[in-house]
T-cell receptor, first 111, second 112 residues
Framework: QQPVQSPQAVILREGEDAVINCSSS?????VHWYRQKHGEAPVFLMI?????EQKGHEKISASFNEKKQQSSLYLTASQLSYSGTYFC????????????FGQGTELSVKP | DTEVTQTPKHLVMGMTNKKSLKCEQH?????MYWYKQKAKKPPELMFV???????INESVPSRFSPECPNSSLLNLHLHALQPEDSALYLC???????????FGPGTRLTVL
């Protein structure tokens, strides 16, 4: 039931764009995105709900394809501060609301 | 106050010890969570409290015992832990259950 993230790791130069994908085999109610820097707590980025509602930071964009149970996080004009591990958390429909996190995508932004 | 605090930051305990982890938030959130995170792995949900009632227990062994004395405080009581329980224990809170979660810095636990 754990969602699958891709890629596992990505290296960018400052200013480049990246897309991180999250895919589930189960029908989803919502997808959450968090970023965790080394030695720090995860930080909320975005929630995408079934039905199209979204909530998150202004500079972050993401999509949720309910038919395919897939979500993508779009990082544009990357900055050094974007480095970290990105986790998607999926809430499977009718499973009580718990979040199951994917294995993470490690993003490194180089100057 | 927009943060979740956790104490202690580090904890080393033997397998026969009893210890407790503490988590506090003053954002008026009514849902609180415990997660376990191993190195280079995602957080794994352990418990969820919603309006001070335990709403999710992810089949966690009884050597972990959660407690929510009030809406601002969450404890995790530890007893007779095993070395494989060594991990980062993260607390989180949200306005209500299923909303965006705010994570604390975690307690790094080592069981000898």
């Amino acid at each position: 039931q754990q969602p699958v993230q891709s890629p596992q790791a990505v290296i960018l130069r400052e200013g480049e764009d990246a897309v991180i994908n999250c895919s589930s085999s189960k029908a989803l109610y919502s997808v959450h995105w968090y970023r965790q820097k080394h030695g720090e707590a995860p930080v909320f980025l975005m929630i995408l709900l079934k039905g199209g509602e979204q909530k998150g930071h202004e500079k972050i964009s993401a999509s949720f394809n309910e038919k395919k149970q897939q979500s993508s996080l779009y990082l544009t004009a990357s900055q050094l501060s974007y480095s970290g591990t990105y986790f998607c958390g999926t809430e499977i429909y009718n499973q009580g609301g718990k979040l199951i996190f994917g294995q993470g995508t490690e993003l490194s932004v180089k100057p | 106050d927009t943060e979740v605090t956790q104490t202690p930051k580090h904890l080393v305990m033997g397998m026969t010890n009893k210890k407790s982890l503490k988590c506090e938030q003053h954002m008026g959130h009514r849902a609180m969570y415990w997660y376990k995170q191993k190195a280079k792995k995602p957080p794994e949900l352990m418990f969820v409290y919603s309006y001070e009632k335990l709403s999710i227990n992810e089949s966690v062994p009884s050597r972990f015992s959660p407690e929510c004395p009030n809406s601002s405080l969450l404890n995790l009581h530890l007893h007779a832990l095993q070395p494989e329980d060594s991990a980062l224990y993260l607390c989180a809170s949200s306005q209500v259950f299923r909303d965006e979660q705010f994570f604390g810095p975690g307690t790094r636990l080592t069981v000898l």
